[in-house]
T-cell receptor, first 115, second 123 residues
Framework: KNQVEQSPQSLIILEGKNCTLQCNYTVSPFSNLRWYKQDTGRGPVSLTIMTFSENTKSNGRYTATLDADTKQSSLHITASQLSDSASYICVVSVVASGGSYIPTFGRGTSLIVHP | EAGVAQSPRYKIIEKRQSVAFWCNPISGHATLYWYQQILGQGPKLLIQFQNNGVVDDSQLPKDRFSAERLKGVDSTLKIQPAKLEDSAVYLC?????????????????????FGAGSRLTVL
């Protein structure tokens, strides 16, 4: 069964500190992995996408890594800000016949940044 | 580019009543998804459409949930009759088709754009 496991389930850090969120998956055949940020009361928004050949990708203070051999990804947040408080969801996709993507969602990591 | 539109934003009903949610995806997006997100959990796929055909509805409780996407554009999700455990946010998302390049599938087309969600409370 295709699964996406995220850790930790929740995380509390002080403003300005760095943190790393983890995502392990068993989804196969792998097409791509995305990290989404979901603010309270809103739908998830894509932060970054990783394909099979990519190891690292940055988007501002967010850096995602992917190890396709061990099926692990991480999202590193540098110099955290209060606005980083949100749920971070790892989504791994396969491509179905007909060209549609079938994403599998992790349960998310809830990040709280304190002043 | 307009985003994914959903309505209503909030709905409160009593158990055994019915409710319907509406979604208008981004223009030109062939794939439409309905997700159920219970508080504190990640989104759970209910149904996925490719144009007006169903790709995956294996986790849709078909005895009470139904969804349609007539003409391959707008979609509605209906719950009848509602149960207490249906209290959740119902998210609609859309994405464009996969782009195939020589020797690989491009992941760039797979960004799911989500609507703000419809929060359902069943009393």
């Amino acid at each position: 069964k295709n699964q996406v496991e995220q850790s930790p389930q929740s995380l509390i850090i002080l403003e300005g500190k760095n943190c790393t969120l983890q995502c392990n998956y068993t989804v196969s055949p792998f097409s791509n992995l995305r990290w989404y940020k979901q603010d309270t009361g809103r739908g998830p928004v894509s932060l970054t996408i990783m394909t099979f050949s990519e190891n690292t990708k940055s988007n501002g203070r967010y850096t995602a890594t992917l190890d396709a051999d061990t099926k692990q990804s991480s999202l590193h947040i540098t110099a955290s800000q209060l606005s980083d408080s949100a749920s971070y969801i790892c989504v791994v996709s396969v491509v179905a016949s007909g060209g549609s993507y079938i994403p599998t969602f992790g349960r998310g990591t809830s990040l709280i940044v304190h002043p | 580019e307009a985003g994914v539109a959903q309505s209503p934003r909030y709905k409160i009903i009593e158990k055994r009543q019915s409710v319907a949610f509406w979604c208008n995806p981004i223009s030109g997006h062939a794939t439409l998804y309905w997700y159920q997100q219970i508080l504190g959990q990640g989104p759970k796929l209910l149904i996925q459409f490719q144009n007006n055909g169903v790709v995956d509805d294996s986790q849709l409780p078909k005895d009470r949930f139904s969804a349609e996407r007539l003409k391959g554009v707008d979609s509605t999700l209906k719950i009848q009759p509602a149960k207490l455990e249906d209290s959740a946010v119902y998210l609609c998302a859309s994405s464009s088709r996969a782009r195939y390049e020589v020797g690989r599938v491009s992941g760039g087309a797979n960004v799911l754009t989500f609507g703000a969600g419809s929060r359902l409370t069943v009393l």
